[in-house]
């Protein structure tokens, strides 16, 4: 994805914001599971998808995050909650 959009979706204080109410990620003892993604690009795509009112599944390939993995990334979702109910 290109930096100027990224930046103008998700600008560095927005993203400072952001950060400290996302759970880090832990791996499972026992293996598999999903495996950690840029957290970063995960909420882009989040804001580009409500901001432009792109469906999931045309999400563009530019934002790195499969449209799945990014509909799923509750974390994400959890804090698009809240920063939409402020």
């Known amino acids: 994805m290109g930096v100027d959009l990224s930046q103008r979706l998700v600008p ?4 400072e914001l952001v950060v400290p109410l996302l759970p880090s990620f832990n791996s499972r003892p026992q293996g598999g599971g999903t495996a950690p993604c840029d957290e970063r690009a995960v909420f882009t795509a989040v804001v580009y998808v409500l901001t432009s009112g792109c469906a999931w599944r045309h999400l563009p390939e530019t934002f790195g995050v499969s449209p799945a993995t990014a509909h799923r ?3 994400v979702q959890a804090v698009v909650e809240v920063t939409t109910e402020a």
Do not use: K, M
């Open 73 to 75: 990334t509750s974390p």
């Open 12 to 15: 560095d204080g927005l993203w």
